[in-house]
């Protein structure tokens, strides 16, 4: 089957980042307005209960990413009835995931007010809250969940991006009528949950419009049941890492310091989070093409792909982690006002927490899209009890510089060198690993520096909140910008891909495609 990898990554992340973008501003009024209506209680709870069902949904870890996984080589040779098979095994997996995440949620019910310190907001109740957002999940996983693979799969998250875009339109309008007009907490979770089901049955229809080929029947051979079990068991380890640092981060914050004290470090965090969507846009539009490559290709050329991938990665983050440590206080003060304001100190703490996860993502996708979960099981297990271990340790001595750099700890010391060595060990020429890294270092040099010659410039910038905005925009911009196009701009592979890219958006500029076509 035909795969333009090139085309259709680039096609993904347009509608994708369209939809981030909507997704990104929308909730930052939305934030507001819900302060503004309910107050800071509201956004501690909100942002409480998403972390606890995080840990519920670890039971969906690990299933969809195995099952997109399993799909790339019989999608490649145009094996139907193997996908069928697959759906069919996906769709009981979901049916699974949903009774388990309900059993799970009524059993976690006594321990509600537990996590929460100080009052709940007058005239709520915790425990209805907390089974309107249990039944939301639920539902979403026994309402055609499985489809959503053929999507990913094929390389068509566009589609899915568009789907999402046309129901978070109706959402978010519904949403602020809500708080505007009724200031009702409990009709938003009902907004939220139906938006939920119409979102998946919707694409569900799109999807057969697609793939009508593809109807969930057949059943697997037992070795590959099992050899999916195996990486579904991998794949839970692997994501594990990814709740631990942000629920448990969310809770330890709501158990020890409070809703109020929530409330603030999820309004910055929510920055990081917004930001950090944009990265993901990326890498989700490129990860069916690195898999479906990283089948059809040989090591040198998928070594190639990883080294211009990490260069253009490292450049945006060269660029986006000095503007949001200049632009961080000036925006919070505008949209959340002064009173909301950390100290300084949590600026660099929160930028530094960006550019780790930034580096660990682009190294993840590699290791996802090759599917080497059974080798990498233990380091996010290990980096998960690290990075909690830590949060206990120091939240009540240094209460949210505990938090933040603990998590910063437990990517720079455990995840990344040993997500490096698994790479190097299974995918790629060990004897490439060095060099890789030499890469590696230089923008991250960059990058420190950037970020200091902005901020020693950005903090003399006095005015009005809006110029400040806009020239520590333009500083923070232009500096990183312009140290990376001195330094790296001579970097052969680097500008055969930034052309390679520009024709590909571009139409009419007789850009070639990186297609497969399988014999």
């Known amino acids: 089957m035909k795969i333009q990898r090139t085309k259709n990554a680039a096609r993904n992340i347009a509608f994708d980042g369209l939809l981030k973008l909507f997704t990104m501003l929308v909730p930052f009024l939305l934030r507001r307005v819900m302060l503004q209506q309910l107050g800071a209680g509201y956004l501690g709870l909100s942002g409480l209960f998403r972390s606890v069902l995080s840990f519920l949904n670890l039971a969906e870890l690990g299933v969809g990413s195995a099952m997109v996984y399993s799909m790339y080589r019989p999608i490649a040779s145009g094996d139907t009835a193997s996908i069928r098979a697959l759906l069919r095994l996906y769709r009981g997996f979901c049916r699974v995931i949903g009774l388990v995440i309900a059993a799970a949620g009524l059993a976690l019910t006594p321990f509600l007010p537990a996590l929460v310190k100080g009052d709940v907001p007058p005239g709520i109740d915790l425990y209805i809250l907390y089974y309107m957002n249990l039944g939301s999940t639920v539902l979403t996983y026994w309402c055609f969940a499985y489809k959503g693979c053929l999507l990913t799969a094929h390389q068509r998250v566009d589609v899915a991006s568009r789907i999402k875009l046309g129901v978070s339109l109706a959402e978010y309008a519904l949403k602020f009528a809500a708080l505007i007009w009724f200031r009702n907490f409990y009709l938003y979770l009902l907004i939220q949950l139906l938006a939920q089901i119409t979102g998946n049955l919707v694409t569900a229809y799109f999807v057969g419009k697609l793939f009508p080929e593809y109807s969930p029947e057949g059943r697997l051979p037992r070795e590959q049941v099992s050899d999916i079990s ?37 309004n910055y965090f929510y920055v990081i989070v917004s930001l950090r969507g944009f990265l993901e846009v990326a890498v989700t539009a490129c990860i069916a093409g690195v898999g479906n490559s990283l089948v059809t290709e040989s090591k040198k050329k998928n070594y190639r792909d990883l080294r211009r991938y990490s260069l253009l990665f490292n450049w945006v983050m060269g660029v986006s982690t000095p503007m949001l440590l200049c632009l961080y206080q000036p925006f919070m003060e505008m949209w959340m006002g002064r009173k909301s304001l950390l100290p300084p100190g949590y600026v660099i703490c929160f930028a530094v927490y960006y550019y780790t996860v930034g580096m660990n993502k682009i190294l993840n996708m590699f290791k996802d899209a090759a599917g080497i979960w059974h080798r990498d099981r233990f380091r996010p297990l290990t980096a998960a009890v690290v990075n909690l271990s830590l949060n206990l340790l120091t939240v009540r001595k240094f209460g949210l510089y505990g938090v933040l750099l603990s998590t910063v700890v437990s990517m720079a010391a455990v995840q990344i060198p040993w997500l490096l060595h698994n790479l190097f060990s299974e995918i790629y020429p060990r004897e490439n690993l060095r060099e890789y890294v030499r890469e590696l270092c230089l923008p991250a040099a960059l990058t420190l520096l950037s970020c200091v010659i902005a901020w020693l410039i950005c903090s003399r910038v006095d005015g009005r909140l809006r110029e400040r905005l806009l020239i520590c925009g333009a500083v923070s911009f232009a500096v990183p910008s312009l140290l990376f196009c001195l330094v790296l701009g001579r970097n052969k592979l680097l500008r055969k891909t930034v052309i390679q890219l520009w024709r590909t958006l571009m139409p009419g500029q007789g850009g070639e495609d990186d297609t497969t076509q399988d014999k």
């Open 230 to 266: 195996r990486h579904v068991r991998d794949f839970f380890t692997a994501k594990f890492s990814h709740v631990i640092s942000e629920s448990a981060d969310t809770v330890v914050v709501s158990a020890f310091l409070g809703l109020t004290v929530l409330a603030v470090y999820q």
